[in-house]
């Protein structure tokens, strides 16, 4: 009995003792709300939607009046793409007489698939253009008496592209265009005289580099061209093309660099693009292209047609004060002096076998010897020559008889020493005789031995 008191006694004890347990408490963490930040628009300075174009003269008028082999590219840029499939709104607006642009779409020899722009005729008020290839989105508005002007204002359909333009695109605003546009596939550059076309994904690879350089130094070199060529003064017929030139990436396997028609193009895939992407690449071969929309049918007969066209190329290098010139690294005067020692029934200048850059140093001593204005008066006479030749007897026999007497001097020993034949051998006896009968004085000097 006890026992058993002693035990209640000890439970009373310790429930006594027992504390009731504090619930749990059940820290809970909220997230901190964060912001919802306004969407930055970055503002790019990509074309105007609406501009003005005045009408002007075809190119075909223009190599017609300054006796080229090759029109420029007579149409405007606009700065903005149209997409395959995707219609388009565009309004015109006429200001002065009554004709009307065309619209192109697509950039000339830029892709193999579309090899020349499609063009869209355009009505006064809205358009509505849709185009299978889609492509960049030029304005072509000439007429042979040109005396129109219209509005143009793009509404809906249109992509901007990124766009520089000489004089009011800054290199910063180059760069946010290369970064933001992404869903076009060619951006432009666009200087005074010069188009520069080509891919976006160039573009990113060289976005850093300065753009105003290489459009200015493009312009520069069309401006030393036209000075070689005589296109100054002020008689109309010396004028400068008032087009200008394209210049663009082509994706055609089969080019390293060319020219022809309304433009010049230059390899993606073949190398040759690089040299129209910055200015320290805008070397020899863009002054030849460009040399191409200079040469002058009168007096480029078909063995000449990639020699004359260096001519333009020597005068830019000379304007740059690039030494040693390419004739003197290439050693082609002394494979011009190996090729004037042969025997003289050897001697044919028209021959495959006299290479294009012997030929050349031919044209280069003239230089040499009577000045830069030899050349440019050679144009000057070929922009006037009311009936121009168009065989390659006829344009051998008006270079020749044109150098005597541009000179001032019978030239006949130092042709003769060239290999100048004709197809016959008595026209070519002809040729010389009428050098003889022009009664001027000989050079002083043998003008074979000139180099530079």
Same mark, same amino acid.
């Given at each position: 009995m006890k026992v058993l008191t002693n035990l209640l006694f000890i439970l009373f004890l310790f429930n006594s003792c027992k504390k009731t347990a504090a619930p749990a408490t059940i820290q809970t963490t909220v997230p901190p709300v964060t912001p919802v930040q306004p969407t930055v628009k970055v503002e790019l300075k990509t074309a105007d939607s609406t501009i003005e174009i005045i009408e002007t003269v075809s190119g075909a008028k223009e190599a017609d009046r300054l006796a080229q082999n090759f029109r420029a590219s007579d149409f405007?840029?606009?700065?903005?793409?149209?997409?395959?499939?995707?219609p388009m709104e565009i309004e015109v607006t006429q200001i002065n007489g009554n004709s009307l642009p065309t619209l192109l779409v697509g950039t000339y020899s830029r892709y193999q698939s579309k090899w020349d722009p499609t063009s869209h005729s355009l009505n006064n008020g809205v358009n509505t253009i849709m185009d299978a290839s889609g492509g960049i989105i030029y304005l072509r508005f000439n007429?042979?008496?040109?005396s129109s002007k219209v509005k143009v204002r793009f509404i809906t359909g249109m992509k901007p592209i990124p766009y520089f333009q000489l004089g009011k695109t800054l290199q910063a605003d180059w760069v946010k265009m290369i970064d933001n546009i992404t869903d076009i596939p060619d951006v432009q550059l666009v200087g005074k005289k010069t188009i520069i076309t080509f891919s976006l994904a160039n573009a990113k690879l060289y976005k850093n580099d300065d753009q105003e350089a290489l459009i200015k130094k493009a312009d520069r070199v069309i401006a030393i061209e036209d000075s070689i060529s005589g296109l100054f003064g002020n008689d109309p017929i010396d004028k400068p093309n008032v087009h200008k030139y394209l210049m663009t990436e082509s994706d055609h396997p089969g080019y390293f660099m060319a020219a022809t028609f309304y433009r010049t193009w230059y390899g993606t895939t073949t190398g040759g693009v690089p040299a129209i992407l910055k200015a320290e690449n805008f070397s020899w071969g863009p002054w030849h292209e460009l040399g191409h929309m200079h040469q002058q049918s009168a007096w480029t007969?078909?063995?000449?047609?990639?020699?004359?066209?260096?001519?333009?190329?020597?005068?830019?290098?000379?304007?740059?004060? &690039?030494? %040693? #010139?390419?004739?003197?690294s290439q050693n082609e005067w002394n494979n011009a002096s190996t090729y004037l020692a042969s025997a003289e029934g050897v001697r044919t200048y028209n021959a495959s076998s006299t290479s294009v850059w012997v030929r050349l140093c031919m044209f280069q001593q003239l230089k040499l010897a009577f000045g830069e204005n030899f050349y440019q008066e050679l144009h000057r006479q070929a922009r006037?020559?009311? &009936?121009? %030749? #168009?065989?390659?007897?006829?344009k051998m026999r008006w270079f020749m008889?044109?150098?005597?007497?541009?000179?001032?001097?019978?030239?006949?020993?130092?042709?003769?020493?060239?290999g100048m034949n004709l197809s016959s051998q008595s026209a070519t006896d002809?040729?010389?005789?009428e050098m003889a009968a022009l009664g001027l004085p000989s050079p002083v000097q043998d003008l074979t031995l000139l180099k530079d």
């Open positions: 405007s840029t606009t700065g903005f793409y149209l997409p395959a499939f995707t007429n042979d008496n040109p007969w078909s063995e000449l047609t990639e020699v004359t066209v260096n001519i333009y190329s020597i005068a830019v290098e000379k304007a740059f004060g &690039i030494t %040693p #010139t390419r004739l003197t006037r020559e009311t &009936i121009k %030749p #168009t065989t390659t007897d006829a008889l044109k150098a005597c007497s541009i000179s001032g001097k019978n030239l006949s020993l130092f042709f003769k020493k060239w002809g040729v010389f005789a």
